[in-house]
């Protein structure tokens, strides 16, 4: 049985669809699930998402050294490539244009000794029979320690 912890605003449905990550790492020792609506257009949520490049949109003055993350959208994080560094202590290793981008921890950083081989997943989706400015967005995270 999962704990909220593990599977926090996802459905059991959207915790078995495939994710990217689940490609990367097998048999993994943890699995992170988070879910969210959103009401706003997929493209939208999925250019936000390419902000992940710049700054972690998370504690900032954690996990962005004091620096306030952008609040506009910043021109050109859009334009993405295989191995762009993401949130400083990531690489992106796939993408899907306004569906899903999938990141790891650079190996060989002081962030994979620390966390393990982490990858994390970022899905947009549409929802069905919903208005088309409304979406999910599901996260899912795989770590190997």
Request: hydrophobic share 40%; with cysteine.
């Amino acid at each position: 049985m999962s704990s909220i912890s593990e599977t926090w605003g996802t459905t059991q449905d959207e915790r078995q669809r495939p994710f990217p990550c689940d490609d990367i790492i097998s048999e993994p020792d943890a699995e992170l699930y988070r879910g969210i609506t959103i009401n706003a257009l997929p493209e939208t949520v999925f250019r936000w998402l390419c902000q992940l490049r710049v700054a972690p949109y998370s504690y900032d003055w954690i996990d962005n050294f004091g620096r306030q993350s952008p609040r506009e959208l910043t021109p050109g994080l859009d334009f993405l490539a295989v191995g762009q560094d993401v949130m400083r202590i990531f690489n992106l290793v796939a993408f899907e244009q306004d569906r899903q981008l999938t990141i790891r921890v650079k190996p060989h950083s002081n962030a994979f000794k620390t966390f393990g081989d982490v990858r994390i997943s970022y899905l947009v989706v549409p929802i069905v029979d919903r208005p088309a400015s409304e979406c999910r967005l599901l996260v899912k995270l795989v770590v190997k320690y």
